[in-house]
């Protein structure tokens, strides 16, 4: 038996090779021996692994399979320490990302992704050509952030920032965000810090000339009042002093009326003798209080008095300035506790100094004080003659009852002949004489008891 050719035993297995690919009957293989057995298997597992089928290839716009296949190829490259090649290919993969992730929102955001290319180039040791491409693309990023639209930017200060920036250019890698301010900083911002620089230059500047100055200034400069001088505190101090003393001055009259309503007459008389001043006093307190009515009652009797004959003779009780006696033509007595004018005799109101039945008409003006009011009409009952006339100016305030008190006054020798108590301030009376008092002393009349004339605190 001769054996066969190689060529020949080749053929009938390509011929069957699906056969085979399913799987070899225990037949067949049992009949092949030695090297030929040997070259059959061989040529089994090479059609076994190209009949396996293939895995398709990635999709070029999978983001995820990229980034697997950027770390891998970051960790041979690291290892084997080929940066240059690296840094291409990353290169070429950003540039992929940036194209289909578009344009930047804001500079901010492409601040921070130069950051971090910057960090990572250093991280890989990137050569020359990268850094010349990064330089590249700074010198485009920054003069389209510097030609933001900046109203208040100064030349000097625009000039300043290209010069710093043209140098920041020249450094082989990009810094930290401190070298490039503008980027961080809004429009608003910008300004902002503009107005303050100038503002800070403003501040220091040394004032204009007057020369300069229009002429509208100047004038209003010569009319502004100048420092005060030590005049106009002395003035000053005067006017307090002034006031404070118009004021303890209001508060002693407030005193004294007080005690000339609430005590007798005597006591009152006693009062004005051991001071002087305090008449004076309590008396231009009372003027300055009697001013503000509409109508004084002492030019009220005068006026009466002058349509009657000037042969009559007056008899004023408490007489004050002797007001009554400078307005008619009539003799009068002027009868007060101190003197404010030589016609003045002092005494007490109770008793003056005249013969009974010497006068024709007593006046009692704003002068009924104190709480023996009785003694100072009986007094006047005493001097006046038969017929003769009693006139009473009071404060309309001090009367509770009026028909009581003229009830009182008729019981002491007069009778009314008219009133008027149309005034708002004070009320008049009078009286004609009829004869003498028609009680005696002991007899209580409570009409003449008159609520005191009390001033309150302005």
């Known amino acids: 038996m001769f054996e066969e050719p190689e060529w020949a035993e080749e053929a009938p297995v390509v011929a069957d090779l699906g056969s085979v690919a399913l799987g070899l009957r225990p037949t067949a293989t049992s009949q092949i021996k030695g090297a030929n057995r040997r070259q059959l ?18 999709l070029p716009g999978s983001d995820s399979e990229e980034e697997e296949e ?10 084997k320490g080929l940066f240059a090649g690296a840094s291409s290919e990353v290169e070429e993969k950003r540039k992929k990302k940036r194209h289909k992730q578009g344009p930047p929102s804001s500079d901010s955001k492409e601040e921070e992704v130069e950051r971090k290319k910057c960090h990572k180039g250093v991280l890989l040791g990137s ?21 933001q639209p900046l109203d208040s930017v100064d030349q000097t200060d625009s000039k300043a920032w290209n010069s710093s920036a043209t140098s920041d250019l020249t450094k082989p890698t990009c810094e930290t965000p401190s070298s490039n301010p503008p980027h961080t900083l809004s429009r608003k911002q910008w300004r902002n810090r503009q107005k303050n620089k100038r503002r800070q230059k403003n501040k220091f500047r040394p004032s204009q000339p007057p020369e300069q100055a229009p002429a509208p200034a100047s004038a209003e400069e010569a009319e502004v009042p100048s420092a005060p001088s030590p005049d106009s505190h002395g003035a000053r101090a005067e006017a307090l002093r002034a006031r404070m003393a118009q004021r303890l001055d209001g508060a002693r009259f407030r005193y004294l009326n007080e005690q000339l309503y609430s005590g007798p007459s005597s006591a009152a008389q006693r009062l004005f003798q051991e001071d002087p001043e305090a008449f004076l006093l309590y008396h231009r307190g009372f003027q300055n209080q009697v001013k503000k009515w509409p109508l004084q009652p002492v030019d009220r ?25 400078s307005s008619i033509r009539n003799r009068v007595h002027c009868f007060d506790l101190a003197s404010l004018d030589p016609r003045v005799t002092v005494c007490d109101m109770a008793q003056v100094p005249l013969e009974d039945e010497s006068i024709d008409v007593a006046v009692f003006c704003l002068s009924l004080m104190g709480t023996n009011i009785r003694d100072f009409l009986e007094e006047a009952n005493r001097v006046l003659k038969p017929g003769g006339f009693l006139k009473v100016a009071e404060v309309s305030s001090r009367f509770e009852d009026v028909r009581t008190f003229l009830g009182a006054v008729t019981k002491l020798g007069f009778k009314v002949i008219s009133k008027d108590l149309t005034n708002s301030h004070f009320f008049l009376f009078d009286f004609e004489k009829t004869g003498p008092p028609r009680v005696g002393p002991k007899t209580q009349l409570s009409g003449l008891k008159l609520q005191p004339c009390l001033y309150k605190r302005r």
């Open 70 to 79: 950027v770390v891998e190829t970051k960790k041979k490259r690291t290892k």
């Open 301 to 325: 009797i005068a006026r009466d008095l002058r349509q009657r004959p000037a042969s009559l003779v007056v008899a004023d009780f408490g007489c004050g300035d002797c007001r009554l006696a």
């Open 127 to 147: 050569d020359l050509a990268e850094e010349e491409k990064k330089r590249r693309k700074c010198q485009k990023q920054i003069p389209s952030n510097l030609a």
């Open 41 to 58: 298997l061989a040529t089994l597992r090479a059609l076994e692994v190209a009949s396996v089928p293939q895995q398709p290839p990635s």
